[in-house]
């Protein structure tokens, strides 16, 4: 069965301090890998998607990686606004529909 | 507008009412989707719409009725709803369902269901 797990649940850190959130997945081949960022009561944003392993890509102080196994989202010096939950979702071959198959996310709270 | 919109963004209904979620995208595609969000749960797929077609309905109760007319409006009709049911309803759109590549979701904000 295709499964998503995020770790930690949540993280707190000082604005400035660097960390990694994790996304470990289990699919029978991965057509893509997506990272979002839900902010309370809105939709979740798009962020990065990876095709394949050794795919990284940034924007602003994130950078997502990814390998056959898991993904991870690098935050680089974090400001207070960075502060979110953050969502990761997989889509796999095979399914007729473009379905993602998401984690429960990893609760960012960053502080001045 | 732009990008995905929901209406209402909040909603307070009895188990005996009949109402009706309404998503418009305003991005182009042709692919559009009903998820739900829960406290602690991840996002769960409810249904399906590729060109207006719905391909995919993913063992939701009959309570829940979606329609889509064109391939920007949505539309999830409710009754006779449960108090469980009260969570985060999603709307999102993408590109078409392609057998190669892989195209990212847009979401709109969302409409707060609460089922008294």
């Known amino acids: 069965e295709d499964q998503v797990t995020q770790s930690p649940e949540a993280l707190r850190l000082q604005e400035g301090e660097s960390s990694s959130l994790n996304c470990s997945y289990t699919?029978?081949?991965?057509?893509?890998l997506f990272w979002y960022r839900q902010d309370p009561g809105k939709g979740p944003e798009f962020l990065f998607t990876l095709y394949s392993a050794g795919e990284e890509k940034e924007k602003e102080r994130l950078k997502a990686t990814l390998t056959k196994k898991e993904s991870f989202l690098h935050i680089t010096a974090p400001k207070p606004e960075d502060s979110a939950t953050y969502l990761c979702?997989?889509?796999?071959?095979?399914?007729?529909?473009?379905?993602?198959?998401f984690g429960t996310g990893t609760l960012l709270a960053v502080q001045p | 507008e732009t990008g995905v919109t929901q209406t209402p963004r909040h909603l307070v209904m009895g188990m005996t009412n009949k109402k009706s979620l309404k998503c418009e995208q305003h991005l182009g595609h042709n692919a559009m989707y009903w998820y739900k969000q829960s406290a602690k749960k991840p996002l769960e797929l409810m249904f399906v719409y590729s060109l207006e077609e719905r391909v995919e309905n993913n063992s939701v109760p009959s309570r829940f009725s979606p329609e889509c007319p064109n391939s920007s409006h949505l539309f999830l009709h409710l009754h006779t709803l449960q108090p469980e049911d009260s969570a985060l309803y999603l709307c999102?759109?993408?590109?078409?369902?392609?057998?190669?590549?892989?195209?990212?979701?847009?979401f709109g904000p969302g409409t707060r269901l609460t089922v008294t």
């Open positions: 979702a997989v889509q796999a071959y095979g399914g007729a529909t473009n379905k993602l198959i």
């Open positions: 999102a759109s993408s590109q078409d369902l392609g057998t190669r590549k892989s195209y990212e979701q847009y």
């Open positions: 699919v029978s081949g991965l057509r893509g």
